[in-house]
């Protein structure tokens, strides 16, 4: 019997890190997001993801930040409220799986490809199958038009341009 699989939020997580000032890391994360999930774990081709991350509601631990990234400087979450993900193929490269997809955000869309890896696999304590993945991806924030910096007196900028967009999922198996 074929598996029904689903995203389990509670165990899994959407975070991000930027440069400050050239040297320092600021590391967030969005706190509501969903996704839809087509799994094939013996033929990683045959699968497919769609994820829709509210934007309002990332977390950087600072409210003070995390008011000016929805700002109009950086998400503009009142005009652009959602940041989405649609994968348009996965292939397993050496024990790597890649998801190629569309990520949109403030409505441009880009290529993306994110680099994952299947991090377990088991049983639950209600006979459910679960399977962790682990991945990243780079993205340039200039090229979604997030291009709010500021120049620092003594050279460069104060937000870096690369974005590492880190995910920690876990998905589950359902019969029926």
């Known amino acids: 019997m074929a598996l029904h699989w689903v995203l389990d939020n509670a165990h899994s997580e959407v ?10 890391k600021v ?7 969903t996704g839809t ?4 774990p013996d033929n990683y081709s045959a699968s497919s993801v769609k994820v829709d991350i509210a934007v309002s509601s990332i977390d950087t631990a600072n409210e003070q930040r995390d008011g000016h990234l929805r700002s ?3 998400f503009d979450v009142e005009k652009y409220p959602s940041i989405t993900f649609v994968s348009t193929g996965v292939r397993n490269e050496g024990g790597k799986v890649l998801i190629d997809g569309d990520l949109t955000i403030r ?3 880009k290529s993306v490809t994110l680099h994952t890896e299947e991090t377990g696999k088991g049983t639950d304590p209600w ?6 993945f682990s991945g990243s991806a780079k993205v340039n924030r200039k090229e979604f038009g997030l291009s709010w910096n500021q120049t620092l007196e ?9 974005i590492t967009v880190d995910i920690e999922i876990q998905v589950i198996g359902t019969k029926g």
């Open 72 to 74: 109009a400087d950086f």
């Open 27 to 33: 590391r967030g994360n969005f706190k509501s997001w």
């Open 107 to 109: 409505d441009v869309t």
């Open 15 to 24: 975070s991000f890190s930027v440069r400050h000032m050239m040297f320092a």
């Open 154 to 162: 003594a050279g460069g900028v104060l937000v870096g341009e690369d």
């Open 37 to 40: 999930l087509s799994l094939n």
């Open 127 to 132: 006979g459910n199958t679960r399977i962790g």
